[in-house]
């Protein structure tokens, strides 16, 4: 791995730890739960971290898991119908987190990323932070103790 890839790499993976503790011993039913009308969702938020980790693979030349235009639902908040199930179950979506991240971490090791991408990088690594907080957020609405931290 690249001296540039290898900070990336590991933000990317701490992120992980910290969604895989936020979503453990979650139910698909508590997994659905919103903080508000039209809020997110544990679900959602999930597929969007899947999505985005999906097209980093992608732009440091990888294969994504997500192809063009599928499960657009995920991208963001403004494309997403929150008001319906989306298409992936959380089952789904928590074994396709598993699965992008070992093309991500395969990407990562001959990525030679510079200029615009280490920006998107930046943003994405920090918007994978945020995400994988608010799920802290949605673990406790479920009434589940905090992973974080113990």
Do not use: C
């Amino acid at each position: 791995m690249t001296q540039v890839a290898t900070p990336f790499a590991g933000s990317f993976a701490l992120s992980k730890t910290f969604i895989d503790a936020n979503l453990a011993g979650m139910s698909p039913d508590q997994a659905r739960l919103s903080a508000g009308d039209g809020g997110s969702t544990a679900q959602w938020v999930l597929g969007h971290l899947v999505y985005w980790r999906s097209q980093v693979v992608g732009m440091l030349g990888g294969t994504p898991l997500w192809g063009e235009g599928e499960h657009e639902e995920f991208r963001g908040v403004e494309r997403a119908d929150l008001s319906g199930a989306p298409g992936r179950t959380f089952s789904e979506l928590q074994s396709d987190l598993a699965q992008v991240t070992r093309r991500l971490d395969a990407a990562f090791e001959g990525a030679e990323p510079s200029g615009d991408l280490i920006g998107t990088l930046q943003f994405l690594a920090a918007h994978e932070a945020y995400h994988a907080g608010q799920l802290g957020v949605f673990r406790r609405l479920a009434g589940l103790p905090g992973a974080i931290g113990k």
